[in-house]
């Protein structure tokens, strides 16, 4: 099965994707973890994605369509994948239905999470997550069970990314609607787009989600 979550930063992309994965058994895919953890182990894509990152704009398609490409490729995709975070562009858009059809593979579903832009940085403006497992938390909305211990493995360190401070979350914004919304009116073309109300609860989220998962797989 493969997915795809579209939606704006903050729009609760990873937070869904990794309660889809962990109920489906499918493998999460988010493009901007991977070029984190590029980042962080400062390999030659890191060092081209960083300044691009911190600055909010859109690492080159090539260098993106590349990693992804290679990901999808290894053996623990093949139950299928939820892709977070990717397309986010036309051109990306364009490849990877290239990537599934040399694969064979069809596309399940597009989800396209609608959230209201004050609520984006809100949500961008208070988000966290554990150094150690990656387990994503807010601090009003999905705050850590025990005060600054994480909920899935203890660990007592948490990280906020750079990017999530006001000045480059309106950049980012910016881009999404320039470059990646057009993606909306593609996949609608394409006949695969479900459109989810992100305002709601993680959980009500999730079983608006769950549905049209459900729905996908007949
Ligand atoms: P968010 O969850 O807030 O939408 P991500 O973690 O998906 O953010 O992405 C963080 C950053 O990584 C983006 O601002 C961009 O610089 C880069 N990035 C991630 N995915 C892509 C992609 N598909 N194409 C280009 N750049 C990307
Ligand atoms: P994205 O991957 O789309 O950038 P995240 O999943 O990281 O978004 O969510 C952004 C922030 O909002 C996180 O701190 C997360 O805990 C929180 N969040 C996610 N979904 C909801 C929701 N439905 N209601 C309230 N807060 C949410
Ligand atoms: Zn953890």
Redo the contacts with the bound molecule.
């Keep these: 099965m493969i997915l795809i979550l579209l939606?704006p930063?903050?729009?609760?992309?990873?937070?869904q994707a990794k309660e889809l994965a962990a109920r489906r058994g499918l493998v999460q895919l988010s493009t901007g973890d991977m070029l984190r953890a590029a980042v962080a182990a400062g390999t030659a894509v890191g060092l081209k994605a960083r300044p691009i990152m911190e600055k909010g704009l859109l690492v080159p398609d090539e260098i993106v369509i590349g990693i992804l490409a290679e990901r999808i490729e290894q053996p623990d995709c093949r139950n299928g994948v939820i892709l977070?975070g990717f397309p986010r562009t036309l051109a990306q858009a364009s490849a990877l239905d290239d990537v599934l059809t040399n694969k064979k593979l069809k596309l399940d579903a597009v989800i396209e999470l609608k959230v209201d832009d004050e609520v984006l940085v809100e949500?961008?403006s208070?988000?966290f997550s554990c150094a150690e497992c990656g387990a994503?938390?807010?601090d009003a909305?999905?705050p850590t069970k025990v005060k600054d211990v994480c909920d899935a493995c203890q660990a007592t360190k948490f990280i906020r990314r750079k990017d999530d401070a006001p000045e480059t979350v309106r950049a980012r914004l910016l881009v999404y609607y320039r470059e990646t919304s057009p993606l909306i009116g593609y996949y609608y073309c394409k006949g695969n787009l479900h459109v989810v109300s992100?305002m709601?609860?993680?959980g009500e989220?999730a079983a608006a989600i769950e549905s049209i998962v459900e729905g996908a797989k007949a």
């Design positions: 939606g930063p903050g729009a609760g992309k990873g937070t977070d949500r961008i208070g988000r994503g938390y807010h909305f999905k992100g709601g609860p993680i989220v």
